[in-house]
């Protein structure tokens, strides 16, 4: 089992751009997630998704789109680029309200 | 809101020695507790669990200590080794609007372990 895996590794952007995050589990998991992670302000969940074709807002929505198209992918997407959104993007997935395994993150950086 | 905090933003101790992680929450609705490591330049690893139901549990040189009445969550590493030098994360499963969870994470500390 791969576990978690995100694609790309690293990404720089300049503003304005639009990019897409690929999160892939291969645990059979119901729930994934996307989260940010910056200095000093932890993770914070952007939006997650409870089954295939359904997703919901978490914390830090804005700027960001997501989908779940198949069960074992989340898309994250950025549709024009801000420097704000600088950070390291985790994805995570779990069984119903049980532990969530992460990704080893992509790191963004948006000029 | 509620939310999960860190007592010690950073701890160092010396290898061998045994290292205790301290972690206070705020929201006695919450059942579940995650302590997660996280390595330089890598993912959250998921270290153990412990359910409101629970006072302690045991892993493989790790033991969580669960204290609802002052809301407080321990993790204790023995004989604390080089490779255990990480971020440390506390996080609770809380639920959140009707029958949906959230996972709340402290912001870390940073164990360091000196040869």
């Known amino acids: 089992n791969a576990g978690v895996t995100q694609t790309p590794k690293f990404r720089v952007l300049k503003t304005g751009q639009s990019m897409t995050l690929l999160c892939a589990q291969d645990?059979?998991?119901?729930?994934m997630y996307w989260y940010r992670q910056d200095p000093g302000m932890g993770l914070r969940l952007i939006h997650y998704s409870v089954g295939e074709g359904t997703t919901a807002k978490g914390e830090v929505p804005d700027g960001y789109n997501v989908s779940r198209l198949k069960k074992q992918n989340f898309l994250l997407g950025l549709e024009s680029a801000a420097p704000s959104q600088t950070s390291v993007y985790f994805c995570a997935s779990s069984s119903a309200h049980q532990t969530q395994y992460f990704g080893p993150g992509t790191r963004l950086t948006v000029l | 809101g509620e939310s999960v905090g860190l007592h010690l933003p950073t701890l160092s101790v010396q290898e061998g020695d045994n290292s205790i992680i301290n972690c206070a929450y705020s929201?006695?609705?919450?059942?579940?507790f995650i302590w997660y490591k996280q390595e330089s330049g890598k993912g959250p690893q998921f270290i153990i669990d412990?359910?409101?139901?629970?006072d302690k549990r045991q892993g493989q040189r790790v033991t969580v200590l669960l204290n609802k009445t002052v809301k407080h969550l321990s993790l204790q590493i023995a004989a604390t080794q080089p490779g255990d030098s990480a971020v440390y994360f506390c996080a609770e499963n809380e639920l959140s609007g009707g029958s949906n969870y959230k996972l709340t994470f402290g912001k870390g500390t940073l164990l360091t372990v000196n040869p």
């Open positions: 412990i359910r409101s139901n629970m």
């Open positions: 645990m059979n998991h119901e729930y």
């Open positions: 929201n006695s609705a919450s059942d579940y």
